[in-house]
């Protein structure tokens, strides 16, 4: 019987690079200073041989797991999916695994601290946690012992390292579109920052920023989504108003669907915006005018931060508010004028 083929090893990948087997190390680990054309050379002998990183054997060798516990409040909304994938990805980049928890999108505060607690005790090395409820006292103890990042949000408290999308620079965006369309009189469906620290601070700029310009703001109790016809119902009653802002892509979609049912042309009779710009309500057959954030850049930072802080680097800023960017869809137009 032939003999089974033998797996390539470090010394086969460093032998057909031309480099030492600790360069090779060095490389694949992401530890340590490599010359890019070198790196590239390393990792091109990697892939023409098959070689695959044998995590568990360098874990054992080193004392390590290469472990990184990431949990994320709802995977199945297009926000934490595409966060976590880029997680994942940027992990897998560093040579890290990661290990995840979610969360229903139900979970409450306590919910959401007992899935830190489960995956601090899978020896995980470090934590990232991309929650818009769990409060920054919640992460802290956690903080405390193991290396954390919270991604996603805006997160201020000087013990808490964080990676997220300038909020208050969307929000404010997004009003300063609506005004230069030639909106007076605006709706904003607010969430209290109580139960998102995400909405909250977005759809306060929202409304305040309405206000500097002079525009007329109906203040709207959110976030809920099977309240989005009481929303529609409320801003019906005000027939100045010539524009709802919700506060994210789903809530405008759920705001899309009520309007279409009561008959109210959009943006003909009412111009709507969204916020995040992710996934299948990002499509152009949609035409959501939005603020799209940067989630993969926002979860490769994250990791890079989280490496850094193993590594016992200082990340280049302690809070990374990242800019996004505004998208004009078909959902927006100037106000309608009265004949």
Not at 15 to 44: F, P, Q, Y
Not at 231 to 237: A, G
Not at 292 to 301: A, E, H, K, N
Request: aromatic share 4%; hydrophobic share 40%; net charge neutral.
């Amino acid at each position: 019987m032939a003999d089974r083929p033998r797996s390539p090893t470090i010394i086969d990948v460093a032998r057909r690079a031309g480099v030492s087997k600790s360069v090779v190390s060095r490389v694949v680990s992401g530890r340590g200073s490599v010359g890019e054309e070198t790196r590239l050379r390393v990792l091109d002998a990697a892939r023409e041989l098959g070689y695959v990183v044998n995590a568990v054997a360098r874990a054992m060798v080193a004392h390590r797991t290469y472990t990184v516990g990431v949990f994320v409040r709802d995977a199945a909304t297009p926000f934490y999916g595409h966060l976590l994938t880029a997680m994942q990805e940027r992990a897998a980049f560093h040579g890290y695994r990661v290990v995840t928890a979610t969360g229903s999108g139900r979970f409450d505060v306590e919910d959401e601290h007992r899935a830190l607690e489960t995956l601090a005790m899978l020896r995980v090395e470090a934590l990232i946690v991309c929650s818009g409820l769990l409060p920054s006292e919640r992460i802290l103890p956690f903080a405390a012992r193991l290396p954390t990042v919270v991604a996603g949000r805006p997160e201020t408290h000087p013990s808490i390292t964080s990676v997220y999308c300038d909020e208050e620079e969307g929000g404010a965006a997004l009003a300063d579109h609506l005004v230069g369309l030639g909106h007076r009189d605006v709706a904003v469906i607010t969430v209290p920052t109580s139960s998102s620290v995400t909405m909250g601070p977005r759809t306060a700029a929202m409304a305040r920023r309405l206000r500097e310009r002079g525009v007329r703001v109906l203040e709207i109790a959110g976030p809920h989504r099977e309240t989005a016809g009481a929303w529609v119902t409320e801003v019906l009653r005000h027939p100045a108003v010539t524009a709802v802002m919700a506060p994210s892509d789903r809530h405008a979609a759920a705001l899309l669907e009520q309007l279409q049912l009561r008959g109210v042309a959009v943006p003909g009779q009412l111009s709507v915006t969204g916020y995040d710009g992710i996934g299948d309500l990002a499509s152009p057959l949609i035409g959501l005018t939005c603020w799209r954030q940067p989630i993969d850049l926002v979860g490769g930072r994250a990791v890079d931060t989280v490496v850094q802080l193993l590594d016992g680097e200082q990340p280049p800023a302690h809070h990374q508010a990242l800019p996004g960017s505004l998208v004009t869809g078909r959902t927006t137009a100037a106000p309608a004028r009265d004949s």
